[in-house]
Structure formats: structure tokens, C-alpha cells
């Protein structure tokens, strides 16, 4: 694996929090969800892209962390725990759930990100953010980082839900090249390509990671 693991995850991170962020708080405002909730997506929105490649390469938190701004109004701790509240009066606020997995990410807590994704998921079982969320975060609750079982079960769904889910494509071809299945993998990473910008810095690196997978698979039929 290289370091275009990491930068392919964090851009289509990125991508997948601007598609549920906008809807989540335009939401969270016509059912009167409390401040805390929305520091904590804008806490979100800026921070999760940028701490991302830190959690998938397992070293310490970016530097670029540090010039970004906690709300000013409410900490990071006192906005998850209006979070916790908002979801015990209504835990079947799918919305909330996936914010709280996505702020766990960040934060560097998969096992309570995984568990936020479960309790998504108990929400409502066909939705495939939260399942590619859970699969993505027992991955980093694993000792050995792989992406099979339950995990590798619910990207399988999720793109029967949604086949053009950039991040479960992107996810389920490290499955396949963990399990040492090159071939699939880079026809899974092939089906990820058309939906990228050709002449951007991420379909490049897809490419390099194809080129590799289909190197290995020549070397290992």
C-alpha cells in the first residue's frame, strides 16, 4: 500500500461529507435541533477531510489540524454530548447517527464511530453511508487493518444499494488486494475510475494502485 491509499480516502471523505452535511443541517433546523449540533457539523465539515489521511496511515494527528478552530460557542465535548442527547429522545435520527460516526472518525475513536455506524444501521439497515462508515471503521478497530467478515458483507450491500458509492468501491478493492485478490481488485478500482475526474490527482493514483494490482496479478495468477 502507498500513501495514495490515504490521499484517495481523505478526498473522497471530503466529497461524501459536502453530500451529507448540506442536507443534514438544512434538516436539523426544520425539526429545531439544538446549536450543538450544528458547531459540531462545521466542526465536522472542516476538520474530518484533513484528519483522515492521519487515521488511515495510523500516525499522529496532521499538523494542519492545529489552525482549525473549535466553534467558539461550544467545545468539541459539550456538541457531542448535545449530540448524545438529540439521539436519546430520537434514536431513530439516521442523520445524527451518521454525524456521530463521522465526527468519531476524526476524532480517532473507530470503536465509537463503529458503534454510532451500528446504531445507523439499526435505523435504518439499507443505508449504505452507514454501512460502508461501519465497515471503514472496524477496519481501524482491527489489529490487522482488513476489511472482511460483517465489513466486507456491508460494502457488498451498500453498492448493490448504490453501485456508484466512490468510497465502498475504493474500500471493497483494499479488500480484495488484502486478501491478496488482485485481479478483483483492480476490476473493482476500474468501475471507481469513471466516476473520477480524469485529470485529477486522485484518478491518477487510482491508477498507479490498478497498474499495481494488475502488476501483482500477472506475477501471482
Not at 459539550?78 to 439521539?87: D, G, M, T
Not at 455506524?117 to 462508515?133: E, F, P, Q, S, W
Request: aromatic letters at 6%.
Amino acid at each position: 500500500m502507498t500513501v495514495a491509499f490515504y490521499l484517495i480516502a481523505a478526498a473522497m471523505l471530503a466529497a461524501a461529507l459536502a453530500l451529507l452535511l448540506v442536507p443534514l443541517v438544512r434538516h436539523g433546523r426544520k425539526q429545531g435541533r439544538s446549536r450543538g449540533v450544528f458547531a459540531l457539523a462545521v466542526v465536522v465539515a472542516l476538520a474530518v477531510p484533513l484528519a483522515s489521511v492521519g487515521i488511515y496511515a495510523l500516525v499522529g494527528t496532521p499538523k494542519t489540524l492545529a489552525g482549525v478552530e473549535p466553534a467558539k460557542e461550544l467545545t468539541i465535548d459539550q456538541a457531542l454530548a448535545s449530540l448524545h442527547e438529540q439521539l436519546k429522545a430520537h434514536p431513530d435520527d439516521v442523520s445524527s447517527w451518521l454525524m456521530l460516526g463521522q465526527t468519531y472518525t476524526m476524532l480517532k475513536r473507530p470503536t465509537d464511530a463503529r458503534d454510532a455506524y451500528d446504531g445507523a444501521l439499526k435505523a435504518d439497515a439499507r443505508n449504505a453511508t452507514a454501512m460502508v462508515g461501519w465497515a471503514e471503521a472496524d477496519s481501524l478497530v482491527r489489529d490487522d487493518h482488513r476489511l472482511e467478515g460483517r465489513s466486507r458483507e456491508l460494502l457488498d450491500a451498500a453498492l448493490a444499494i448504490d453501485p456508484q458509492n466512490q468510497r465502498a468501491l475504493w474500500l471493497l478493492g483494499i479488500s480484495d488486494f488484502q486478501q491478496e485478490r488482485y485481479a478483483e481488485a483492480s476490476a473493482t478500482w476500474k468501475k471507481l475510475q469513471p466516476l473520477l475526474d480524469p485529470d485529477s490527482n486522485v484518478a491518477r493514483a487510482v491508477a498507479k494502485q490498478i497498474a499495481l494490482a494488475d502488476e501483482r496479478a500477472a506475477a501471482h495468477p
